[in-house]
Nanobody, 122 residues
Framework: QVQLVESGGGLVQAGGSLRLSCGAS????????MRWYRQAPGKQRELVAG???????NYVDSVKGRFTISRDNAKKTVYLQMNSLKPEDTAVYYC????????????????WGQGTQVTVSS
């Protein structure tokens, strides 16, 4: 019943900006960590950024200073503000959430969004 819905992907020129959003819906008791991953053609999926329920963040070195992850706990939504985009940022971006379903009696599990394409032209 849990679903992650993403939006905000698209095509931009190098140096431009995009803001990705991912909202979680369904029977959710608690969301611990929300993350953004990306996967470029021919490459493995990599963790781009993560944010805890308390607001602690981390980023892969290649996006530090350019990307900002944030969350709205009331809306169960995570955002990724991407500035100064580079062609090497081109990838499918996936939302991930470590969450607890139902009445809080189940273990935390990872859920994934469908992915959204980000393409940065030179």
């Amino acid at each position: 019943q849990v679903q992650l819905v993403e939006s905000g992907g698209g095509l931009v020129q190098a140096g431009g900006s995009l803001r990705l959003s991912c909202g979680a819906s369904g029977s959710i008791f608690s969301i611990n960590v929300m993350r953004w991953y990306r996967q470029a053609p021919g490459k493995q999926r990599e963790l781009v950024a993560g944010i805890t329920s308390g607001g602690s963040t981390n980023y892969v070195d290649s996006v530090k200073g350019r990307f900002t992850i944030s969350r709205d706990n009331a809306k169960k939504t995570v955002y990724l503000q991407m500035n100064s985009l580079k062609p090497e940022d081109t990838a499918v971006y996936y939302c991930n959430a470590l969450l607890q379903e139902g009445w809080g009696t189940f273990p935390f599990r990872n859920y994934w969004g469908q992915g959204t394409q980000v393409t940065v032209s030179s």
